[in-house]
């Protein structure tokens, strides 16, 4: 009893210092998810890109977070000036649920052929909620024990996304702008949550030519001014048919990353994280699955007229 009691302690210690800090979702596959931390990134690359990932953190441990994320995004050049997308994303962590939904635009400006800045703000609402079940003995009141509630309100990101001509890429944002205070009132209760403001700091580069493939390397910072973490991830693609790659991160795991396309525009892919944290004895590590498939238009047909005279 006393070491499931332990457990459970460090458990809900480590739970609730992500919690109330580092309150963002986290993704090895960050990649895949650039635009929801990041809403300058919103359809710079061209076509229509969907994308679904799902994270299954400390495997076997109560309470540990779970996410899901889904971003649908598209370069509408063709018809006005920018790009426009949509996330969505769950977690959930012990008797937390966090669901954000956010529209987003970027606007690209070209920099004298260097590459293009996307200027972009994601706009939406986020929901926070609480139903806690506390185990006996529950006939003892206890104020500083949380009580359910839900509330929602508005969320507001920023960033600055620059896509290079040589295939490198660097970003600089910050999500939950506003720091939005999501409360419930009860009768005298007044249950409340503050979303905390988070800084964030990307950047990557592909080196093609190297074999029958190429390695892109990437690096993401993250920090809300409490904790502060960090990704390093390096993945070899071979031609068209898959990849496989390595990833770090900072008091937290080192993972192995592979993917496979099965068909043109499509990747399938998958991670599994050795957790490195207090947790380790007790986790079986974390998995993650990614689906993206992008769909492009075909390019406009080319009209001719003829000059009467010459039919």
Not at 60 to 67: D, L, T
Not at 74 to 85: E, I, S, V
Not at 163 to 175: A, C, E, H, M, Q
Not at 183 to 192: A, F, P
Request: net charge neutral; with cysteine; charged share 15%.
């Amino acid at each position: 009893m006393n070491k499931k009691f332990i457990l459970l302690t460090t458990v809900l210690s480590v739970i609730t210092s992500l919690s109330y800090g580092q309150q963002d979702k986290l993704i090895t596959h960050f990649v895949y998810d650039k635009m929801s931390i990041n809403p300058g990134e919103t359809g710079i690359d061209d076509g229509i890109c969907a994308t679904s990932i799902y994270r299954n953190q400390w495997d076997k441990v109560n309470g540990a977070p779970n996410s899901a994320v889904l971003n649908i995004e598209a370069n509408m050049n063709r018809f006005f000036p920018g790009g426009l997308g949509i996330s969505f994303y769950h977690d959930a962590i012990g008797f937390s649920r966090q669901n954000n939904v956010l529209l987003n635009y970027s606007y690209p400006l070209d920099l004298a052929g260097l590459g293009t800045l996307g200027i972009g703000v994601g706009l939406g609402i986020v929901n926070f909620g609480m139903s806690p079940v506390w185990v006996p003995p529950t006939t003892v009141l206890d104020n500083s024990l949380p009580v359910g509630f839900t509330a929602t309100n508005l969320d507001v990101n920023f960033g600055l996304y620059f896509k290079g001509n040589s295939d490198y890429y660097v970003g600089l944002s910050s999500t939950h702008l506003n720091e939005s205070l999501l409360q419930n009132v009860v009768g005298q209760v007044t249950n409340q949550y503050q979303m905390a403001r988070h800084y964030y700091l990307m950047g990557g580069k592909r080196f093609n030519g190297i074999g029958d493939g190429a390695i892109d390397a990437q690096l993401l910072l993250r920090t809300d001014l409490v904790k502060f973490s960090a990704d390093i991830n390096a993945r070899y693609f071979w031609k068209d048919i898959g990849y496989a790659g390595l990833t770090y991160r900072t008091v937290d795991a080192i993972g192995l990353m592979l993917g496979w396309m099965p068909v043109k525009n499509m990747t399938v892919g998958y991670s599994y994280d050795l957790t490195t944290n207090k947790l380790a004895s007790v986790s079986r590590g974390s998995h993650e699955i990614v689906l993206k498939y992008c769909y492009f238009l075909p390019p406009p047909p080319v009209t001719k007229s003829n000059h009467p005279r010459w039919l």
